[in-house]
């Protein structure tokens, strides 16, 4: 049952800083702590993330995952398939009634290598029920997409230690 007692909003998290995916966890579990439910759809991602296993222990957040886990810069008629599997468990998660936050977590990349349409998304944006918040993150969020949200953060890499040479680091990017 839906808790959220203002109106929702649609978030948006993008640029090419790190901190939108985690801006995202951040923010649901706040609102967990706040007893709001919360639905994670996390897009191009098959495997289990490890702040993914660590959220399914967390009473009121749910989180799913889409993707082929072999997504390499061209969408396959899989990899297509995978993503609005994804996106129409999310639209259902949307309309059930049950969530009062919805985060597509990397909605703006699978929009950017066309395996979900724009369209799709701004139609989600536009009918979404008042009371539940959108949020949508990723790199290259569209214009249509920022101009038709009502809050949005670009994160903007002014420095990364990866650019001195340093990879990945279990626990902090991945
Ligand atoms: P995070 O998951 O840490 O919040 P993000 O969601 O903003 O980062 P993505 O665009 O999803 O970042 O990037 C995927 C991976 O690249 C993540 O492991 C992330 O930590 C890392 N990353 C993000 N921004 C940068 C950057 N500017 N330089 C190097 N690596 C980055
Ligand atoms: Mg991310």
Redesign the pocket.
Known sequence: MRKLKAEGKVQV?T?????????S?GLALRAAGHGLHVFIMQFMNKGDYV?VIAVKGIKNIHVEQCGTGSFILEASEKDKREAMRGFEAAKEAIFSGKYDIVIL??IC?AIKYGLVPEDYVIDLIKNKPKNVELVL???WATKNIIMKADLVTE?V?VK????KGLG?RKG???
């Open positions: 998290y640029g090419n800083g790190k901190g939108k995916t985690t801006a966890f702040e977590d990397e990349v993150t990723g790199r994160m890499d990364h230690p990866y650019q990945a902090i990017e991945y």
